[in-house]
C-alpha cells in the first residue's frame, strides 16, 4: 500500500502539482490527500483527470482534497472545515479502514474544534485509523527552529488529543521538519507540523509500515509518503532503446565510433555485426551517461535531503545555493523519467500541457494488472501464491513440458504421408 499526505500550499501551485503527477506515476498511490491544492470547485474534474484517479472528494471549504483508485470503495464519514475522513473499502480483499485527512487551522481556539472531532470518532472506532495531514501545532520544542516561543498550551491540547485518541506516530525517515519558509539567515523558521499518525489495529493490519518525508521541492511543506516496504526479485531487462538519448551531444558520436567493422562479409551479416556493436556501446554508454534515472531519482533525493538538513543546521546562503544546484539536477532527472514514460506507452498524441489523463493511468494500471501474478496453480491442483514456489513451479512445468523419460521408436505415422517429391528431385534440393 503507498499513500500521500501533502501541502501543496506554494508560491508556484502548478510546479507543485507537476510534482505530484511524477510521484503518482511513479508509486501508483491508493489514496493521496492534498491541502490547498486549488480554491475552486469547479477545478475537481480537471485535476481529477490530471491525477488519473476515478474518485476525488473534497471537504466543505475545498481545502482539502482526498484522490481514491478505483479498487477502492469510499464511504464519507465527517466532512468539515479542518478535517475529512472516509472508509475505504478495497473492493478485492474486502479490507477496510478510516482514514482521516487533516488541515488545521492555524489559531488554538479554532483546532479545538478539530480535537473534538477526532474524539469523537476515537470513542466508537473499531476498523484501522490512519490520521495524517498538517495539524499547525508541534510535539515539542525539538520540533522547531527560528520564529516565535512555542505557546506550550497548544503542545498540551495536541498531545492529550493524540493520547486519548490512542494513534500513534508512526515515525519518519528524512528531515525532522516538515515546514521551511523560504528564508534564510535571521528569519529562518522550521518546523515539523505535518506527521501520520495511526491506531494499534492499523499498525497490525500493514507490516513494515514507513513514513518518509521527501524533498520540500514545489512547496514550502514536505510530501509525507507512507508505504509498506515488500521484497521484490530483480527482474533482467532486455536492450530498449530510449528516445531522450539522442538530446546528448555525444550520443552521435558515440553511435558513429561503433557503426564500423574491420572485416568483409555479406551485407547483412555487416549490419547484424554493426547492430549488435552499437546496441553493446549504446548500454555501457547509457550507463555511464545517465544510470538508471529510477535510481538516480531516488538517491537525488536523498542527496536533497542531505543539503536540506545541512541548510536547516546552518541556514546561510551558501548552503541554500547548494541546495538549489541539486535541486535543479533532481529537476532534470524528474523531466527524463516524463520522457521514459511518453515512450514506454507510445501516447504520440501525449502533450506537455496535459502530461496525466484518466487514459494513461489505465494504460498503466491496466498492464501492470495483466503482468501482475498473485498465484498459480500446480500440477497437483493446490493454489501456490508464495513468488519463489510460484517460479519454481514455471520452472518445473516447462522442463517436464520439454523433456521425455522415454525416446519413441516407432514411426508408422511417416507412411501415411504423402510423397509429393520424387527421389530426382531430391537430388536437386540437396545439391
Known sequence: MNALFWNVRSVNTMKAFERLVIMQRQHHFQFIGIMELMQRATKLEWYRRKIGMLQVYANVSNKIWVFVDEDHGVDIIINMDQQMTLKITNMDSGRSLIVTFVYAKCDSTERIELWDSLYALARDMDLPWLVGGDFNVIWDEEEKFGGRPVHMNEVFDFRHCVNTCNLFDLGFKGSIYTLWNGQGEDDCIFKRLDRILANAEFQQMFAGLEVIHLSKISSDHCPMMLSVQASTVPIKRSFKFLNFWTKNPTFKNTVAENWTTDFHANPFTLFNHKLKKVKKSL????????????????????????????????????????????????????????????????????????????????????????LELKRIQNSEGNWIEDSVAMAEEAVKYFTDQFHEDKVPDAFDILDHVPHMVNNEQNDMLLR
Open 283 to 370: 548500454s555501457i554508454w547509457s550507463k555511464a551517461t545517465f544510470g538508471n534515472i529510477f535510481e538516480k531519482i531516488a538517491s537525488l533525493e536523498e542527496v536533497v535531503l542531505v543539503h536540506e538538513a545541512q541548510f536547516e543546521l546552518n541556514p546561510s546562503f551558501q548552503n541554500r545555493e547548494r541546495l538549489m544546484k541539486v535541486q535543479a539536477e533532481f529537476i532534470k532527472y524528474l523531466t527524463l523519467e516524463e520522457e521514459f514514460w511518453k515512450q514506454k506507452f507510445g501516447l504520440s498524441w501525449f502533450k506537455d500541457g496535459d502530461r496525466s489523463t484518466k487514459f494513461f493511468h489505465a494504460q498503466v494500471m491496466g498492464r501492470r494488472k495483466r
